[in-house]
């Protein structure tokens, strides 16, 4: 009855463990929840009262599929103004989400047998989205020994004939590491002679700390700007995530004109109000919201760090970007998916293992969450620890 695709397709398990701590937690049950891939801050203000603006304005028909005007401007100019990248408005499109612009490009790049790159651990989401396109994921495995990066040497032997693309993501989900622009540059380099496409994610891009400096992956050569397609939007930058705005953008007009006609016939636009809101969080009047939540979230990094280092037997690298700790159990139980039902089981702390980003042995702990859970919800976790260790 279902389709082959489908049947292999497995389910996110981000949002697996999420619902299944919300589903808990409406039983009564005292569950923790650090697998939440979200901010917990709301949208802006500003974003809001525009969004209130476009429907009282009327502003609720269907717009063009990749965007109407204002929005696509509004993108370009902060991929000028923010990463230098200097793109038309024809070479953006807005979709229902990055994760649905990750779903456009791989549908319509991807044929059956070509592969694509992807560093672990990755965001559930490629590998599953590149096979229900057809693709093969191809995965690179990378540790904390190299602050879980993917180096020129082992992408230069992961490439063969059939190679399509490379999948970056920088700040990266799950382990917060960040490619400087050295690191882009000596990827880049090997690229350099191929057709490989780059899918670049930089959903995390505005949550970086210690004052480090974002490097666009297309910003580092003409060379990289050519073949990369820049992947972003507002969900975790501007608490945005349940408006449903992601975009790409390429200079490669074959792509952008295929990825328009697959949405004009599976979505078309995306919400007109969405739309209008969104150009406030783009423009810069809500810059000084992400600062606010910016220096939060590095409180709670540091705090969680600190946290996580008190355990004996874990380990953890001090995330560069993003909201979660990527945390190293091979000492206490290398089983992520075993690790992470006991604690759920007996202490009510939901995380999201390691499996499910392709690396076993570790769990990723969101600190998008109050401080007082943070000191909970790692005191659940030591207490686990430790009775591992009896
Ligand atoms: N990329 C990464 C790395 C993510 O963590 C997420 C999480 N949702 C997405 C893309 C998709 O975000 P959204 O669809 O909400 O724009
Ligand atoms: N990206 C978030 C996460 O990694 C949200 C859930 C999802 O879309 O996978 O948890």
């Known amino acids: 009855m279902l389709s082959q695709r489908v049947q292999t397709l497995s389910e996110s398990l981000t949002i697996a463990i999420t619902t299944l701590a919300g589903e808990l937690k409406a039983q009564g049950k005292d569950v923790l929840s650090f697998s939440a891939g979200e901010p917990d801050f709301d949208t802006p203000q500003v974003i809001k009262d525009e969004?209130?603006?476009?429907?009282?304005?009327?502003?609720?028909r269907y717009t063009a599929v990749p965007g109407f005007p204002?929005?696509?401007?509004?993108?370009?100019?902060?991929?000028?103004?923010?990463?230098?990248?200097?793109?038309?408005t024809s070479d953006i499109v807005a979709s229902n989400g990055a994760k649905h612009s990750l779903f456009n490009l791989f549908q319509v790049t991807l044929d059956r047998g070509d592969e694509v790159i992807i560093p672990a651990p990755y965001w559930v989401t490629y590998p599953e989205l590149v096979k229900y396109s057809g693709g093969v994921a191809v995965i690179v495995e990378t540790d904390d020994k190299t602050n879980f990066k993917i180096?020129?040497?082992?992408?230069?032997?992961?490439?063969?004939?059939?190679?399509?693309?490379?999948?970056?993501?920088?700040?990266?989900?799950?382990?917060?590491?960040?490619?400087?622009?050295?690191?882009?540059?000596?990827?880049?380099?090997v690229l350099k002679g191929t057709e490989i496409l780059v899918a670049s994610d930089e959903m995390y891009e505005k949550l970086l700390y210690d004052g480090k400096i974002f490097t666009a992956v297309a910003s580092v050569?003409?060379?990289?700007?050519?073949?990369?397609i820049t992947i972003n939007g507002l969900s975790k930058s501007v608490a945005m995530t349940g408006w449903r705005f992601g975009y790409v953008a390429t200079p490669n007009k074959t792509l952008t004109k295929?990825?328009?006609?697959?949405?004009?016939?599976?979505t078309s636009n995306i919400s007109s109000i969405t739309q209008k809101a969104s150009i406030a969080g783009l423009d810069g009047r809500a810059d000084a919201d992400v600062r606010t939540m910016k220096i939060e979230f590095e409180k709670r990094r540091d705090l969680a760090v600190k946290l996580c280092n008190e355990i004996d037997g874990l380990s953890v690298v001090k995330p560069d970007g993003a909201f979660y700790l990527f945390i190293n159990i091979k000492d206490v139980e290398p089983d992520s998916m075993k690790f992470c039902k006991d604690l759920l089981e007996k202490k009510g702390v939901a995380v999201v293992p390691g499996l499910?980003?392709?690396?076993?042995?570790?769990?990723r702990f969101s600190f998008a969450t109050s401080e007082k859970n943070i000191i909970e919800g790692l005191k659940r976790v030591a207490e686990l620890v430790s009775e591992y260790q009896k």
């Open 51 to 60: 969004a209130i603006k476009a429907i009282n304005d009327g502003f609720t």
């Open 70 to 88: 204002d929005l696509l401007e509004a993108i370009a100019g902060k991929l000028k103004r923010d990463n230098g990248l200097e793109y038309e």
């Open 151 to 189: 180096t020129p040497t082992q992408l230069k032997e992961a490439i063969t004939p059939k190679t399509r693309m490379l999948v970056l993501t920088t700040p990266s989900n799950p382990t917060g590491a960040f490619y400087s622009k050295e690191e882009i540059e000596a990827l880049a380099e």
């Open 221 to 228: 050569s003409e060379d990289m700007f050519q073949r990369t």
């Open 258 to 266: 295929a990825m328009k006609k697959l949405q004009s016939q599976s």
């Open 356 to 363: 499910g980003f392709g690396s076993d042995g570790y769990f």
